[in-house]
T-cell receptor, first 116, second 114 residues
């Protein structure tokens, strides 16, 4: 089944304790992206990657890191989490193609993170 | 810069009534427009998209949207609401010509009253 998977789905942690949220897709997509979703703010892009070893900042990158060593994986790293990073996080990927198909983002199920 | 405005953070309709969710956009390039739906405790999934061609686009679950360039709008409609339509809906526009990135609206939560 074509899908984007994220782990963990739920995580409660404490301020300053490094954590990684994994994202993996099995559709051979080149483009991957991380978003955070907060009430009343919609989805805001954190980082994105056009291909292996190619990453760039989105709209809200502060406090986050990413890496893209393999095409299928795009982990999100919080090296020193703070309470304002409590949020719902989504990973997404897009296929290449014309006619806007490269904008059809496939989303993972989300990771709900609470930082105490 | 591209932007999306969704009017109404929360919309309630009765079961069987018309659903109308409003989206206005701003784009300096020909817009590619999208509606995504998020059911409770799930990720987003694509409902429909407009890129070029026919301005009335049909999506899944009986939804459709019409691209109106003169009004810079891309409103989502469904003739008859069903209880299963209760979800949050997001309008999005691509960030630029050839861009893979999307700018999302803040979302509209649809409640369906039995």
């Amino acid at each position: 089944e074509a899908q984007v998977t994220q782990n963990p789905r739920y995580l409660i942690t404490v301020t300053g304790k490094k954590l990684t949220v994994t994202c993996s897709q099995n559709m051979n997509h080149e483009y991957m992206s991380w978003y955070r979703q907060d009430p009343g703010l919609g989805l805001r892009q954190i980082y994105y990657s056009m291909n292996v070893e190619v990453t760039d900042k989105g709209d809200v990158p502060e406090g986050y890191k990413v890496s893209r060593k393999e095409k299928r994986n795009f982990p999100l790293i919080l090296e020193s989490p703070s309470p304002n990073q409590t949020s719902l996080y989504f990973c997404a990927s897009s296929p290449p193609g014309a006619g806007g198909s490269y904008n059809e983002q496939f989303f993972g199920p989300g990771t709900r993170l609470t930082v105490l | 810069a591209q932007s999306v405005t969704q009017l109404g953070s929360h919309v309630s309709v009765s079961e069987g009534a018309l659903v109308l969710l409003r989206c206005n956009y701003s784009s300096s390039v020909p817009p590619y427009l999208f509606w995504y739906v998020q059911y409770p405790n799930q990720g987003l999934q694509l409902l429909l998209k407009y890129t070029t061609g026919a301005t009335l686009v049909k999506g899944i679950n009986g939804f459709e949207a019409e691209f109106k360039k003169s009004e810079t709008s891309f409103h989502l409609t469904k003739p008859s609401a069903h209880m299963s339509d209760a979800a949050e809906y997001f309008c999005a526009v691509r960030k630029g010509a050839g861009s893979y990135q999307l700018t999302f609206g803040k979302g509209t939560k649809l409640s369906v009253i039995p």
